[in-house]
């Protein structure tokens, strides 16, 4: 079991920056993923960043070269740094954790944080 909560949404004008947090309630080093994920209005919820717990990272087409996602394993926090915003990254924001057994993934979510990039 694994409870997120994510911060650090808000509104920003075209080409600022913000920082999203995800706090976890338990070590992310026992966490095989964690990632953020948007969704906005009309539209499926979609991957935007992953990080793994070996610290490799992946995002997603419309994201590469301006977001960013680290974690601070200390912390059990992983952050989502968004630059060079854009209107069309306005969705919520939803923080990810995923574990894995010998048969299933288990995938748990935070509340979700509005982001909204205003021109």
């Known amino acids: 079991q694994v409870q997120l909560v994510e911060s650090g949404g808000g509104l920003v004008q075209a080409g600022g920056s913000l920082r999203l947090s995800c706090a976890a309630s338990?070590?992310?080093?026992?966490?095989?993923?964690m990632g953020w994920y948007r969704q906005a209005p009309g539209k499926q919820r979609e991957l935007v960043a992953v990080?793994?717990?070996?610290?490799?990272?992946n995002y997603a087409d419309s994201v590469k070269g301006r977001f960013a996602i680290s974690r601070d394993n200390a912390k059990n926090t992983v952050y989502l740094q968004m630059n060079s915003l854009k209107p069309e990254d306005t969705a919520v924001y939803y923080c990810n954790a995923r574990t894995v057994d010998a048969l299933l993934s288990y995938d748990y979510w935070g509340q979700g944080t509005q982001v909204t990039v205003s021109s």
């Open positions: 990080i793994t717990s070996g610290s490799s990272t």
């Open positions: 338990r070590s992310i080093f026992s966490i095989n993923a």
